[in-house]
C-alpha cells in the first residue's frame, strides 16, 4: 500500500497499542507505526492488513412464549441486511434444531418446537445470505412451558338434589 490517504492517523503515543474505533465494516485497512524520539523517527513497520467484520448483535429475552414456541428477538446492526437465527437443544449448539435464515427484521416467531424442553437460541448478522457475517451474539436461554392439558370428558352427573349435584370427569 502507498498509505496515500488515511482512515486514521495517531500520533505521539506513549504506548504501545492503539484502538480504531471508528471505522467502516467490512473495509480493508492497513497498519504501520514508527518509533520517535529526540533523535528523530524510525523507519515504519512492516504494514499489516485488518479487515473489519460486521458488529456483533444482542440477543435478548423471548418473548410470545407458549408450549410449542416463542419469538427470538436482538439487536439491530449497523449495515447488516439479514440475519440468521439458530436454535438448539444444548448450549453449545452441536444439535441445531431449527435454522431461521434470511432474517430481515429483529425478531422471529420460532415455532414447532416440543413442550416442556430448554432450547437455545442465538443470532449472527451478515450482509447478505452467508457472505461477511458477523461473529455470533450471546445464547439465550428459553424453557417451554408444559403443553396444555388435554380436554376432560365429562360423565354422567350424579346426586342431585333440590340445592345442587355432583359433576363427574
Not at 490517504?5 to 504501520?32: C, G, I
Not at 492488513?49 to 419469538?71: C, D, H, K, M, R
Not at 420460532?110 to 416442556?116: E, F, P, Q, V
Amino acid at each position: 500500500p502507498t498509505f496515500s490517504s488515511f482512515a486514521e492517523q495517531v500520533s505521539n503515543l506513549s504506548s504501545t497499542s492503539v484502538t480504531f474505533n471508528s471505522l467502516s465494516a467490512f473495509l480493508v485497512y492497513y497498519v504501520r507505526v514508527r518509533a520517535k524520539n529526540a533523535s528523530g523517527n524510525s523507519s515504519y513497520s512492516t504494514s499489516k492488513q485488518v479487515a473489519t467484520t460486521l458488529a456483533t448483535p444482542t440477543a435478548s429475552t423471548a418473548s410470545s412464549v407458549n408450549a410449542t414456541g416463542f419469538t427470538a428477538n436482538w439487536s439491530s446492526v449497523s449495515d447488516a441486511q439479514q440475519y440468521k437465527v439458530e436454535v438448539a437443544s444444548d448450549d453449545t449448539f452441536s444439535t441445531i434444531v431449527k435454522t431461521e435464515s434470511g432474517v430481515t427484521t429483529t425478531s422471529r416467531a420460532i415455532t414447532g418446537l416440543s413442550a416442556s424442553t430448554t432450547y437455545y437460541y442465538r443470532v449472527q448478522a451478515s450482509l447478505s445470505e452467508g457472505s461477511r457475517t458477523s461473529t455470533y451474539s450471546n445464547t439465550i436461554t428459553q424453557e417451554r412451558t408444559s403443553a396444555s392439558p388435554s380436554e376432560p370428558t365429562a360423565y354422567d352427573t350424579s346426586s342431585v338434589i333440590s340445592n345442587g349435584f355432583t359433576e363427574n370427569w
